[in-house]
């Protein structure tokens, strides 16, 4: 009786020990394990990557998989393409922010003209004459009609209405 009572125990000790192992090896994956030569010809060994390119890389088992250097390269370029868009991004909407500043101002500046054109009925204008001096002139009928019209396509392309 005795016997049956240690077989029993050493099968149960043996199947513990055999499912302990099985789940080790589940769970178990390849790590990197990097090794190089310094200047001072000393051998490393380390599971951090080291600074320099020169160096093996070996595996051994544990609970995580290291990245191999393809993957890390991977990664490295689409953080590097990421950093690209997000400043593409940054980029395009500074210069949204110029644009809507300039259009606030192209509209202002059209609305002053229109306000000008129709309030007053004699408008000069300054310009360089043929013998280089400058004189001062009032528009003719047709050029405030042209200038109020320009005034009013401005107004229409700058202004949200």
Not at 61 to 77: F, G, T, V
Not at 92 to 118: F, Q, V
């Amino acid at each position: 009786m005795s016997i049956k009572k240690l077989s029993f125990t050493a099968a149960l000790l043996t199947g513990a020990l055999l499912t302990s192992s099985i789940v080790n090896c589940v769970n178990a994956k390849e790590i990197a394990i990097y090794r190089w030569v310094d200047k001072n010809n000393v051998v490393h060994f380390s599971q951090n990557l080291p600074k320099s390119d020169d160096y093996k890389e070996f595996s051994t088992i544990s609970s995580y998989k290291a990245l191999s250097k393809a993957e890390r390269k991977m990664i490295a370029d689409q953080d590097s393409a990421d950093k690209k868009v997000e400043d593409q991004e940054k980029q395009m909407d500074d210069t949204t922010a110029k644009n809507k500043a300039t259009y606030e101002k192209n509209c202002k500046a059209a609305r002053l003209n229109i306000k000008m054109l129709n309030s007053l009925d004699e408008i000069h204008v300054n310009e360089e004459k043929d013998d280089g001096t400058i004189g001062s002139r009032p528009l003719t009928p047709a050029e405030k009609a042209d200038k109020l019209a320009l005034s009013k396509k401005h107004e229409g392309l700058y202004c949200n209405k």
